[in-house]
């Protein structure tokens, strides 16, 4: 079989499992990708995400490592379109925070893993021949492949842009040994268009584009970060809960997307909008009940009231202060330290100085873990003084 031939059969094993947007790489390694995830790395901007080291960036972007005799790197793009503003535009009360689009449905790596699987056990008896796949969490740069295969560019944001979907697409990938004729990469860019960097909230993008801190990034923090959110940090958050949006919503090539995979559709509003305040009633067990299946789940519990902490501060009215004032006694220190900032934010806007500093004497005066005792010193700090939260 020639390798035109070969790519036709993959695309369309591709297309059985539902697959529009499919494109094909040579496994050569991708050696620009690795010189700028190792200065990622060796800058820190890779933040606490130890488990991208050295010896990972070299894995990531040499497929032999992932499959022995690795030829061809076949990458695949399910879209996940912006929800109707009828459904994302709820009324303000309660307050409601944001999911980012990915993670308002199911969790994509449930809904790739059996297609992919699929893909991989059809080249292994169709063609006789090696294959692996991976979604997300495998050793494999997603975007950087992706762009190799014409799939996309990777915009300024790091985002790829697939025509048509802009940012508004997950990627998966099966690596084989059969060698598919590659596409050829797109001649695509951003040109002068600078909206995402504008956009980010927290100037998480370089200035010039092509580089994301995830230091800065609010998607890092909320889902990522197992520690505390830098309190500088935290009132650019807004209402964000579990990841971010902004770079991709105000990329014009995105504008007309509006293709979704249909088990990533969310079943309701709830899904990328809950109500704010029942969520910090939460307990180990019901957190579990009420995301299972869900990309969340990866923030876990308390990373999760963490931030619905931060963004009841930012955007909670004062009748949400009830449920801060239940997240101050809460088990984790990491919850009552963000409720303690987040009671002092939402009290400044509000006007109710007196109220929130009893609270926090009520309830932490005798706090013993030093994170809580210095959010607690801080928030009553900016209460007695006259002056704006940061
Ligand atoms: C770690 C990770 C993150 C981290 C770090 C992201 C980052 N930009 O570095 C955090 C948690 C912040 C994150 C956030 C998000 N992520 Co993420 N993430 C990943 C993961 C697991 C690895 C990416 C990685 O290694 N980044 C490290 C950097 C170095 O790699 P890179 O961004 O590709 O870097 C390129 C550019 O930065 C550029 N570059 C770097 N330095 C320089 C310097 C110069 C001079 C130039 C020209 C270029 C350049 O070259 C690099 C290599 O091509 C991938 C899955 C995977 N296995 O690849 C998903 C992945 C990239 N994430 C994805 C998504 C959806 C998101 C979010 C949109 C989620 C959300 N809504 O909250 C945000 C978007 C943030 C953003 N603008 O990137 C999708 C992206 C799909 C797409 N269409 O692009 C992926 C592919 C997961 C998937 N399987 O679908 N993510
Ligand atoms: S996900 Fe949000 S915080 Fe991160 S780079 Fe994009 S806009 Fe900035
Ligand atoms: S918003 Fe503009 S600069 Fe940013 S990724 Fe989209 S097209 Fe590129």
Redesign the pocket.
Known sequence: MTPAEVRKQLASLAAREGFAHVSFAEAAP?A??RA??T???EDG??AT?TW?DHDW?RR?TNPATFLGGARTVMVL??PVAPLPESEADLPTSPTRGRI????AGRD?HRV?EPKLRRIVRAIRQDFKAQARG???????????W??RSGL?W?GK??????PG?G??????VVVTDLSASPDEPLRKSCGSCTR?IVA?PTG??SP?G???D?RL????H???NRGSIPRGLRASFGDWI????D??TSCPVGRNASQSAPELVPAGPDGARPALAPLLALDDAAFVERFRGRPIMRAKRDGLLRNVCVALGNAGAPGDLAALELALSDASPLVRGHAAWAIHTLALRHGLRAQAAALLLHHLGSEQDPFVRDERDFALSRLAADTPAR
């Open positions: 991708l620009d990708a700028a995830a200065a990622a790395l901007r890779l995400m991208m960036v990531a793009a399910l980012a689009r990915y993670a994509y790739f991976t979604v997300d969490y495998g050793p494999l740069l997603e975007r950087p992706a762009a996309g990777q944001s790091t985002m790829l842009l697939i979907l940012p508004w697409a997950l990627l998966g995402c980010c998480a993008i010039q092509d580089i994301v995830a990034c609010i998607s890092y909320t889902i990522e579990f990841g971010c949006d770079c991709l």
